[in-house]
């Protein structure tokens, strides 16, 4: 009721209340439902980022049982348009392929493909992409659906003009065909804003009248991003007082939901954390009073069984409390020894290797073979070092990003804003996993820092790449730090050493009471 009335933060609200109570209940079911609904709204509004952690969060359940097989459809579609949405292609194809491959019936199947081709369109790939559109028109499930027959011709239409093809006429027109006699409004406005594509070189009056029917469109249905994409269009075939015109509203509207947006995110997140505050509140009640209602009984049982029986639970509660705290200090042992062990084997291994095998090849009484041994020494030294530090896994492979967003946004609370400034345009699939991996830890290691020592209610990380390096700057509106406190800081050595390790360069601004800022790089 309040999604379709256009109120989400109230809708998203009572989303999250459902998935708090379906957690209590464990029905499994209705939390993947839930996360569906407050991925989808996160997206509407343009919180691409919360909505895939939102997403994600269902991942757990998805894995671990086949019996929700339409709440994890939604889940991989919602997925694949947040990474179309934000230029991910690859990982786009790949989650609608994989919302194919759940249990979901033929149309939406359909729908799924043809998601998968529009994805090539904006990848390029035209000719892939008719490929895939062009058998969808002969299903018979798509021929008499007729709203997702037009989309599929208009997309069609889209793909032809953009690969130079006469077609592309005949497949826009019939979209729009169907869609004016079935008064699809979502629908029309994809059209126009195709045809006034499609005139833009040929017949650029043309191409203005379309562009100006998608603006109009859009703003009846209240969608802020066409308006914006309708208005290059009518910027780029006007001139004069109407180029002038267009650009300002341009500039207004996206100033607005720049503006908009951003508070809409943070209410998201406010509306998370209240409720996780909630929920922590309502089970340490609960566990007071299963306390308390323990007092009683072991009251009573001093009344019934006298001194002796108390002495006696005491003594048995006692030897249980050890052998179980023991047992868990030896399972949290050896799991540490196995992940410290593979760690060593799979970072380690050769290094030692490599320089064992210096040692007894080269002749150690020169200066230049003693210093490089030394250094390959020192290098494994500092590496097993970090190792020791380090307490968990970090996924480096195509979750990477969503990981690395994760962790960060974990700091984020009422006291301390972290913003995030081109990380989405960072190539991490091309970056070897060890580096991943450093700038993870340095991230984080700094992160434990602004919250033990910053006091700080701002922090900016920023990435952009430099002359075919990475820079990542860090900076906060803390209490800064001076030289002397750095060096006595451990964790900030750590930093040092994981940009070294990877052959990158680090420097600290150490102006006591002027914020922290940490700027590093390292060739990609």
Same mark, same amino acid.
């Given at each position: 009721?309040?999604?379709?009335?256009? $109120?989400? *933060?109230?809708?998203?609200?009572?989303?999250? $209340?459902? %998935?708090?109570?379906? @957690?209590? $209940?464990? /029905? &499994?079911?209705? +939390?993947?439902?839930?996360?569906?609904?407050?991925?989808?709204?996160?997206?509407?509004?343009? *919180?691409?980022?919360?909505?895939?952690?939102?997403?994600?969060?269902?991942?757990?359940?998805?894995?671990?049982?086949?019996?929700?097989?339409?709440? @994890?459809? =939604?889940?991989? +579609?919602?997925?694949?348009?947040?990474?179309? =949405?934000?230029? /991910?292609?690859?990982?786009? !194809?790949?989650?609608?392929?994989?919302?194919?491959?759940?249990?979901? *019936?033929?149309?939406? %199947?359909?729908?799924? !493909?043809?998601?998968?081709?529009?994805?090539?369109? @904006? %990848?390029g790939n035209y000719q892939k992409a008719l490929q895939i559109l062009l058998p969808l028109l002969k299903k018979k499930e798509v021929i008499n659906d007729e709203e997702t027959y037009a989309r599929i011709n208009d997309n069609l239409g889209d793909a032809y003009d953009k690969s130079k093809n006469s077609k592309a006429f005949f497949y826009l027109n019939?979209?729009?065909?169907?869609? @004016?006699?079935?008064?699809?409004?979502?629908?029309?406005?994809?059209?126009?804003?195709?045809?006034?594509?499609?005139?833009?070189?040929?017949?650029?009056?043309?191409?203005? *009248?379309?562009?100006?029917? &998608?603006?109009?469109?859009?703003? $009846?249905?209240?969608?802020?991003? /066409?308006?914006?994409?309708?208005?290059?269009?009518?910027?780029? =075939?006007?001139?004069?007082?109407?180029?002038?015109?267009?650009?300002?509203?341009?500039?207004?509207?996206?100033?607005?939901?720049?503006k908009v947006r951003l508070n809409v995110k943070n209410q998201f997140a406010k509306i998370k954390y209240d409720s996780k505050k909630e929920k922590d509140e309502n089970l340490k009640l609960k566990a007071q009073k299963v306390l308390q209602e323990g007092q009683q009984h072991n009251r009573n049982l001093f009344l019934y069984f006298g001194f002796g029986i108390i002495i006696l639970t005491s003594i048995l509660i006692s030897n249980f409390l050890i052998a179980k705290n023991k047992r868990e200090k030896i399972k949290a042992s050896y799991t540490t020894e196995i992940r410290i062990a593979k760690k060593l084997h799979d970072e380690l291994a050769n290094d030692v290797y490599h320089t064992m095998a210096f040692a007894e090849t080269q002749d150690l009484s020169t200066r230049q073979n003693k210093e490089i041994l030394l250094n390959n020494l020192d290098t494994i030294y500092s590496r097993t070092r970090n190792i020791s530090k380090e307490n968990s896994t970090i996924e480096a492979g195509p979750l990477f990003l969503s990981g690395l967003k994760e962790m960060i946004s974990g700091f984020n609370n009422n006291e301390v804003n972290i913003l995030t400034n081109g990380i989405d345009t960072v190539n991490w699939k091309a970056l070897e996993g060890n580096k991943k991996i450093a700038v993870y830890r340095v991230l984080q290691e700094l992160l434990v820092n602004m919250k033990k020592h910053s006091q700080c209610s701002l922090v900016v990380i920023s990435f952009k790449k430099n002359e075919g390096k990475l820079q990542i700057d860090y900076s906060d509106n803390g209490v800064g730090a001076t030289f002397e406190k750095l060096t006595s800081k451990n964790g900030l050595h750590n930093v040092e050493n994981r940009i070294q390790s990877i052959k990158g360069t680090i420097s600290f601004d150490t102006k006591s009471n002027k914020g922290f800022k940490v700027s590093f790089m390292f060739p990609i």
């Amino acid at each position: 009721m309040h999604y379709e009335n256009g $109120k989400f *933060d109230s809708s998203y609200y009572f989303y999250n $209340k459902a %998935k708090s109570t379906a @957690e209590l $209940k464990k /029905d &499994t079911s209705r +939390i993947i439902h839930s996360l569906a609904w407050m991925a989808q709204i996160q997206r509407n509004q343009g *919180d691409y980022t919360g909505s895939e952690t939102t997403s994600i969060e269902a991942f757990p359940i998805i894995e671990n049982s086949n019996k929700y097989p339409y709440g @994890e459809t =939604n889940i991989y +579609i919602g997925l694949g348009n947040n990474y179309l =949405n934000t230029f /991910d292609y690859d990982n786009a !194809i790949y989650y609608f392929k994989k919302a194919i491959n759940s249990k979901t *019936d033929k149309i939406d %199947k359909a729908g799924i !493909i043809n998601n998968i081709g529009v994805t090539y369109i @904006e %990848k390029g790939n035209y000719q892939k992409a008719l490929q895939i559109l062009l058998p969808l028109l002969k299903k018979k499930e798509v021929i008499n659906d007729e709203e997702t027959y037009a989309r599929i011709n208009d997309n069609l239409g889209d793909a032809y003009d953009k690969s130079k093809n006469s077609k592309a006429f005949f497949y826009l027109n019939l979209g729009l065909k169907i869609r @004016e006699q079935i008064k699809d409004d979502w629908g029309m406005l994809s059209s126009y804003y195709h045809l006034s594509l499609y005139y833009k070189k040929s017949n650029p009056k043309l191409a203005a *009248d379309y562009a100006l029917l &998608t603006y109009e469109k859009a703003t $009846k249905i209240n969608s802020v991003d /066409d308006r914006l994409r309708s208005l290059e269009l009518l910027i780029q =075939n006007s001139t004069g007082n109407k180029l002038k015109r267009h650009s300002l509203l341009y500039l207004h509207i996206n100033d607005s939901i720049y503006k908009v947006r951003l508070n809409v995110k943070n209410q998201f997140a406010k509306i998370k954390y209240d409720s996780k505050k909630e929920k922590d509140e309502n089970l340490k009640l609960k566990a007071q009073k299963v306390l308390q209602e323990g007092q009683q009984h072991n009251r009573n049982l001093f009344l019934y069984f006298g001194f002796g029986i108390i002495i006696l639970t005491s003594i048995l509660i006692s030897n249980f409390l050890i052998a179980k705290n023991k047992r868990e200090k030896i399972k949290a042992s050896y799991t540490t020894e196995i992940r410290i062990a593979k760690k060593l084997h799979d970072e380690l291994a050769n290094d030692v290797y490599h320089t064992m095998a210096f040692a007894e090849t080269q002749d150690l009484s020169t200066r230049q073979n003693k210093e490089i041994l030394l250094n390959n020494l020192d290098t494994i030294y500092s590496r097993t070092r970090n190792i020791s530090k380090e307490n968990s896994t970090i996924e480096a492979g195509p979750l990477f990003l969503s990981g690395l967003k994760e962790m960060i946004s974990g700091f984020n609370n009422n006291e301390v804003n972290i913003l995030t400034n081109g990380i989405d345009t960072v190539n991490w699939k091309a970056l070897e996993g060890n580096k991943k991996i450093a700038v993870y830890r340095v991230l984080q290691e700094l992160l434990v820092n602004m919250k033990k020592h910053s006091q700080c209610s701002l922090v900016v990380i920023s990435f952009k790449k430099n002359e075919g390096k990475l820079q990542i700057d860090y900076s906060d509106n803390g209490v800064g730090a001076t030289f002397e406190k750095l060096t006595s800081k451990n964790g900030l050595h750590n930093v040092e050493n994981r940009i070294q390790s990877i052959k990158g360069t680090i420097s600290f601004d150490t102006k006591s009471n002027k914020g922290f800022k940490v700027s590093f790089m390292f060739p990609i």
